[in-house]
């Protein structure tokens, strides 16, 4: 199985994007097994982002996350770690290409988190969702989506 911890950060929320941005990883096929809103902790922002803890910008980014609800969702699907990477684009939006979640939608703030591993996929799915969140289903599609 591959799991992909996706998150819109909450400048994607307020902009209104998030049908948007679920759409793309949807109509590219892979499978959605979990979803919600959430208004974040502190306790959890500083978790997720514990290996940039000692950057300068780290107090600035947990507020950031913790100013407003963020969408959560886990995406199946084989190869669906370094995939989604490339839907989502450069972590400097000025730099993510066209086509890309942050090169068509942002300028600065960079409205998506995506997990960068397997294991932190599902470091990060436990902790945004505990334990057994992911939903099993069959989508119907599956035969005209995979040889
Ligand atoms: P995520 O998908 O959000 O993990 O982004 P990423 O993997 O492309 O970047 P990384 O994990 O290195 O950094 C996590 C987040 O920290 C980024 O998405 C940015 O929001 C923020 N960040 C990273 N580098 C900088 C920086 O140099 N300055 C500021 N202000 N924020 C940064
Ligand atoms: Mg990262």
């Not at 780290?58 to 199946?76: D, K, T």
């Not at 942050?102 to 990060?124: I, K, L, M, P, Q």
């Amino acid at each position: 199985r591959w799991y992909k911890y996706v998150m819109i950060k909450p400048d994607g929320v307020q902009r209104g994007l998030v049908g948007d941005i679920i759409s793309r990883f949807e109509r590219k096929g892979f499978k959605l097994v979990a979803l919600k809103l959430f208004q974040c902790t502190k306790e959890v922002a500083e978790e997720h982002y514990k290996d940039l803890s000692s950057k300068p910008f780290f107090p600035a980014l947990v507020e950031y996350i913790l100013s407003g609800p963020v969408v959560c969702m886990v995406w199946e699907g084989e190869g669906v770690v370094k995939s989604a990477r490339k839907l989502i684009g450069a972590t400097n939006p000025l730099e993510a290409e066209p086509g890309t979640i942050r090169g068509d939608f942002a300028v600065g703030r960079n409205v998506v988190h995506g997990s960068d591993s397997t294991e932190n996929g599902e470091r990060e799915t436990a902790l945004w969702f505990g334990k057994d969140a992911l939903v099993a289903w069959e989508p119907a599609l599956k035969p005209w989506l995979l040889e």
